[in-house]
């Protein structure tokens, strides 16, 4: 698990090393063990390494023996040891034991064919020299991030945002569009991100650039060619437990210790059960709950579990101050603007889990891959009445975050001028589905390529290396992706109860009575802390702040704090007013400040 970044330059010109390492030195939280720089013709490439396979041999950017390719790769190709045995039968001879040399290797053999090759989660930068192009590649599900921005005179690329911001001849600007779905979406999504001009490369894509700085796309993997399939209980419940055991035995290969992220619900239990069932031994865990709250937390579940399977388990009991003081490193960890409550206890169990582990395994995905969530089975009327009202996907994700109220008391002129509609993402999404698929396989996909990679996986990837700490995800192995998604609906929700077909499988595996409680999502009590005192001084503190006085009518924003104070809502508008003031800050205003860990979130209000 790494950093990279880079650029192409036009014909004529040269790498800089100094940009190169300005570039590198934004990603050192991504890897603390080593660093490299490389530059050839008109490519330069940079990686900040955090060392799990082949600790010793595993230095980057990596070049071939012939001097025509070059590598800087971040994340891990869990078959890299299958790919190595049928590589050495044509001739390929790796010279370390780093799973990344293997992307070098089977693309000198397969072209870009080996793209369909690979398992596991990943974004490089190959420079085939002998082609003279730079190819950006990313994994099927979008697990590692990867951007670019075209220039002038380059195309440039990273890992995060942040690595882009020192080369911009400019400085950054806010898009609208992107703006306006963070505060109703919760996340931009897409290829656009709220900085103009810096994209995504998308999941399961390439980016083929040439000498002359044409981009051309290769979509190697798209869950659009999953066919449904009919498939009996005794059947699916076979082949799922063949592909999780294969899952598990590679996402298992580490020349490091690792963890586990256990709460008390499904999917990181039946991660403890396959980690145990596999030898993982006495592995450490981590779980989170809240002290002086009266929200209901899950650590004598997640307990229970760990005392089962016989795990080296350590609770967090947080105060509300110790989690709200993460809210400014937080947000500069993830980099894009992204509202997902979650990610300030995820940050505090980084950085204890970072403090003993560089891996740990986390439950992320069950939910999409298995049809978890209430949201992909919703009563008939109420399906109706959504898609007549907010018509386009079918009554899914209709619902802004925003009240209308607060949206049009506290829109500036540009954000109100957006051309593009807030629920665009989803709209693209379903229109892309085959009619002939089920509603809820197309609510699954609809999530799978927008809320997954852009929400939930920005929180597991960037709190995760903000403390150099690589998160693993077997239920996002793309052969788990295509089988949850092929299933009939009736083997993945029964008696409006999710993950159908997965908890049946699980039940032996998991300790008496564990799948009996209710789901419970990754709670924070948010309510508990904005009010009162502390929501009249955020209140105070933006109506001063540059971001947003630029964007929202900073005169509104006393009567949204007299409504959060009399308990008529807006603690949500109010919140992702003050992630976008300290974000606005970060990015916008002063490009390259670094927030501690721990820090006075009204501080970085300004």
Same mark, same amino acid.
């Given at each position: 698990?790494?950093?990279?970044?880079?650029?192409?330059?036009?014909?004529?010109?040269?790498?800089?090393?100094?940009?190169?390492?300005?570039?590198?030195?934004?990603?050192?939280?991504?890897?603390?063990?080593?660093?490299?720089?490389?530059?050839?013709?008109?490519?330069?490439?940079?990686?900040?390494?955090?060392?799990?396979?082949?600790?010793?041999?595993?230095?980057?950017?990596?070049?071939?023996?012939?001097?025509?390719?070059?590598?800087?790769?971040?994340?891990?190709?869990?078959?890299?040891?299958?790919?190595?045995?049928?590589?050495?039968?044509?001739?390929?001879?790796?010279?370390?034991?780093?799973?990344?040399?293997?992307?070098?290797?089977?693309?000198?053999?397969?072209?870009?064919?080996?793209?369909?090759?690979?398992?596991?989660?990943?974004?490089?930068?190959?420079?085939?020299?002998?082609?003279?192009?730079?190819?950006?590649?990313?994994?099927?599900?979008?697990?590692?991030?990867?951007?670019?921005?075209?220039?002038?005179?380059?195309?440039?690329?990273?890992?995060?945002?942040?690595?882009?911001?020192?080369?911009?001849?400019?400085?950054?600007?806010?898009?609208?569009?992107?703006?306006?779905?963070?505060?109703?979406?919760?996340?931009?999504?897409?290829?656009?991100?709220?900085?103009?001009?810096?994209?995504?490369?998308?999941?399961?894509?390439?980016?083929?650039?040439?000498?002359?700085?044409?981009?051309?796309?290769?979509?190697?993997?798209?869950?659009?060619?999953?066919?449904?399939?009919?498939?009996?209980?005794?059947?699916? @419940?076979?082949?799922?437990?063949?592909? #999780?055991?294969?899952?598990?035995?590679?996402?298992?290969?580490?020349?490091?210790?690792?963890?586990?992220?256990?709460?008390?619900?499904?999917?990181?239990?039946?991660?403890?059960?396959?980690?145990?069932?596999?030898?993982?031994? @006495?592995?450490?865990?981590?779980?989170?709950?809240?002290?002086?709250?009266?929200?209901?937390?899950?650590?004598?579940?997640?307990?229970?579990?760990?005392?089962?399977?016989?795990?080296?388990?350590?609770?967090?009991?947080?105060?509300?101050?110790?989690?709200?003081?993460?809210?400014?490193?937080?947000?500069?960890?993830?980099?894009?603007?992204?509202?997902?409550?979650?990610?300030?206890?995820?940050?505090?169990?980084?950085?204890?889990?970072?403090?003993?582990?560089?891996?740990?395994?986390?439950?992320?995905?069950?939910?999409?891959?298995?049809?978890?969530?209430? @949201?992909?089975?919703?009563?008939?009327?109420?399906?109706?009445?959504?898609?007549?009202?907010?018509?386009?996907?079918?009554?899914?994700?209709? @619902?802004?975050?925003?009240?209308?109220?607060?949206?049009?008391?506290?829109?500036?002129?540009?954000?109100?001028?957006?051309?593009?509609?807030?629920?665009?993402?989803?709209?693209?999404?379903?229109?892309?589905?085959?009619?002939?698929?089920?509603?809820?396989?197309?609510?699954?996909?609809?999530?799978?390529?927008?809320?997954?990679?852009?929400?939930?996986?920005?929180?597991?990837?960037?709190?995760? #290396?903000?403390?150099?700490?690589?998160?693993?995800?077997?239920?996002?192995?793309?052969?788990?992706?295509?089988?949850?998604?092929?299933?009939?609906?009736?083997?993945?929700?029964?008696?409006?109860?999710?993950?159908?077909?997965?908890?049946?499988?699980?039940?032996?595996?998991?300790?008496?009575?564990?799948?009996?409680?209710?789901?419970?999502?990754?709670?924070?009590?948010?309510?508990?802390?904005?009010?009162?005192?502390?929501?009249?001084?955020?209140?105070?503190?933006?109506?001063?702040?540059?971001?947003?006085?630029?964007?929202?009518?900073?005169?509104?924003?006393?009567?949204?704090?007299?409504?959060?104070?009399?308990?008529?809502?807006?603690?949500?508008?109010?919140?992702?007013?003050?992630?976008?003031?300290?974000?606005?800050?970060?990015?916008?205003?002063?490009?390259?400040?670094?927030?501690?860990?721990?820090?006075?979130?009204?501080?970085?209000?300004?």
């Amino acid at each position: 698990m790494c950093g990279i970044a880079g650029f192409i330059l036009s014909h004529g010109r040269r790498p800089e090393p100094d940009q190169l390492a300005r570039m590198a030195d934004q990603l050192a939280h991504r890897g603390p063990d080593d660093s490299g720089l490389y530059d050839s013709g008109p490519v330069g490439l940079a990686q900040t390494r955090l060392s799990i396979i082949g600790l010793a041999t595993g230095h980057q950017p990596m070049v071939s023996e012939d001097g025509q390719l070059a590598l800087a790769a971040n994340g891990e190709v869990y078959n890299y040891i299958e790919l190595n045995a049928e590589l050495r039968e044509q001739g390929r001879r790796p010279r370390t034991d780093s799973d990344s040399e293997t992307i070098l290797h089977a693309y000198a053999v397969h072209g870009l064919g080996f793209l369909d090759r690979l398992r596991g989660m990943y974004a490089f930068a190959l420079h085939d020299a002998q082609a003279g192009r730079l190819i950006l590649g990313r994994d099927r599900l979008g697990i590692k991030p990867l951007f670019y921005v075209r220039l002038p005179d380059r195309i440039a690329f990273a890992s995060e945002i942040k690595a882009l911001l020192p080369i911009l001849p400019e400085r950054p600007q806010v898009v609208a569009s992107a703006l306006r779905q963070f505060l109703q979406n919760q996340f931009a999504s897409g290829e656009e991100t709220p900085v103009a001009g810096i994209r995504r490369v998308l999941p399961g894509e390439a980016l083929l650039i040439d000498a002359d700085l044409n981009i051309q796309r290769h979509r190697y993997w798209s869950a659009l060619d999953v066919a449904p399939r009919a498939i009996g209980f005794e059947e699916a @419940r076979a082949e799922l437990d063949g592909l #999780m055991n294969a899952a598990m035995r590679e996402h298992m290969r580490s020349d490091v210790p690792f963890g586990l992220f256990l709460s008390g619900g499904v999917d990181s239990a039946v991660l403890a059960a396959m980690l145990h069932a596999h030898g993982a031994g @006495r592995i450490k865990s981590y779980s989170v709950g809240y002290k002086g709250t009266a929200m209901a937390h899950e650590l004598d579940e997640a307990a229970r579990v760990a005392e089962h399977f016989g795990l080296d388990h350590q609770p967090l009991e947080l105060e509300l101050e110790q989690v709200f003081g993460r809210l400014p490193h937080s947000i500069w960890c993830a980099d894009e603007l992204m509202r997902d409550y979650a990610c300030l206890p995820t940050s505090i169990l980084a950085e204890t889990a970072g403090a003993d582990l560089k891996v740990v395994f986390s439950g992320e995905g069950g939910d999409e891959v298995f049809a978890g969530y209430g @949201r992909y089975h919703p009563r008939p009327a109420e399906r109706w009445f959504k898609s007549v009202i907010h018509p386009g996907s079918g009554g899914f994700r209709t @619902r802004g975050q925003w009240s209308g109220r607060w949206s049009r008391r506290l829109f500036g002129p540009a954000l109100r001028a957006a051309p593009e509609p807030d629920r665009a993402p989803f709209l693209r999404a379903w229109k892309e589905t085959p009619r002939s698929w089920s509603d809820m396989r197309r609510r699954q996909y609809t999530d799978l390529v927008t809320a997954l990679p852009d929400n939930l996986l920005v929180k597991t990837d960037r709190m995760l #290396m903000g403390f150099g700490l690589e998160g693993r995800v077997p239920f996002l192995d793309h052969r788990l992706v295509e089988f949850g998604l092929s299933l009939p609906d009736s083997l993945k929700v029964r008696r409006h109860q999710g993950k159908w077909l997965l908890k049946r499988w699980a039940e032996p595996l998991l300790p008496p009575g564990h799948l009996d409680r209710p789901k419970r999502g990754f709670h924070v009590p948010v309510g508990d802390w904005l009010r009162g005192a502390v929501a009249d001084e955020v209140g105070r503190r933006l109506s001063n702040n540059r971001g947003i006085r630029d964007w929202f009518q900073a005169d509104a924003i006393p009567a949204l704090v007299a409504a959060r104070q009399a308990g008529r809502g807006g603690g949500r508008e109010l919140f992702g007013l003050m992630q976008f003031a300290i974000w606005h800050r970060l990015f916008i205003e002063s490009p390259g400040l670094k927030p501690a860990p721990d820090e006075d979130p009204l501080d970085w209000i300004g």
